[in-house]
């Protein structure tokens, strides 16, 4: 694990951004993992200001969602279609046949691995831990499937849902297993509600009240977390 330790989100982001953007310069065929949640916005946002600068062919880039929650109609603007389509889709002018959520667990598996398996995986974390939408309990070898969500991604997760007839209790996310076989990931944690999470993985591998836990011993992972998500301990990593 390296962990870059950042002062401010926004250093924390164009960390990221830099990263994500260095890799597809180098890799024009990349499978890129992708996840939504606030923490990622201004990461897609700060991609789209490089690429309008410094433009990439990205038409041979695949995009695979990490998860998508159930019940919640995919044009409706609480989906994390919508999501990738607002902050990822038409601000980096992508193809949007490019792009794929998870709708049927072992079709999503099959897909990604034909197009050659993740290369580069996006995370960022759950104030409980999760990854993607793995809740405290997941297994270090889950595969894609449907999840009952934690009350607390629900609490936290509320005010993007408000508009919703019915709150979502489930949703199919990449397994811990499948997001492990990514053969880079970086996670980003910006801010004090993460702070935990963080100190967890820090501190433990392989814990499964805390997936994000899992990713501690993989052979190439960056974690990238501002002051506020970093206990202060580690701040000098
Ligand atoms: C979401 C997603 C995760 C995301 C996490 C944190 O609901 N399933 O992929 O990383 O919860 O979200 P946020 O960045 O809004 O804190």
């Known amino acids: 694990m390296r962990v870059i330790n950042s002062i401010g989100q926004d250093q924390a982001v164009k960390a990221m951004a830099e990263i994500i953007y260095d890799h597809l310069m180098s890799h024009p065929k990349t499978i890129i993992g992708v996840a939504t949640g606030n923490t990622m916005i ?20 695949r995009w695979f969602a990490l998860d998508e929650y159930i019940g919640v109609p995919s044009n409706h603007k609480s989906s994390f279609r919508s999501y ?3 902050h990822l889709v038409i601000p980096l002018k992508i ?25 580069l995986q996006l995370l960022g974390v759950g104030v409980n831990g999760h990854i993607g939408f793995n809740e405290p309990g997941s297994l270090k070898n889950s595969r894609t499937r449907i999840v009952d969500l934690d009350s607390k991604t629900l609490e936290s997760n509320k ?5 919703l007839a019915e709150i979502p209790t489930q949703a199919i996310s990449m397994g811990v297993g499948t997001i492990l076989e990514a053969k880079k990931i970086i996670l980003l944690a910006t801010g004090s ?18 997936p994000v836990t899992y990713l501690k011993n ?18 000098k990593l």
């Open 193 to 210: 509600s993460k702070r935990e999470a963080i100190h967890h993985l820090l501190q433990y591998s392989d814990r499964k009240e805390s």
């Open 159 to 163: 005010p993007d849902l408000k508009d």
């Open 218 to 235: 993989h052979d190439d992972f960056i974690l990238i977390a501002d002051e506020l998500a970093l206990p202060e301990e580690y701040l």
């Open 42 to 61: 201004p990461v897609y946002a700060e991609l789209a200001e490089m690429l309008q600068k410094n433009s990439l062919d990205l038409s041979l880039v």
């Open 84 to 86: 990738l389509i607002k």
């Open 95 to 119: 193809d949007e046949s490019n792009l794929s959520l998870p709708a049927a667990d072992l079709a999503y598996e099959g897909a990604i691995k034909t197009a050659g398996g993740i290369d």
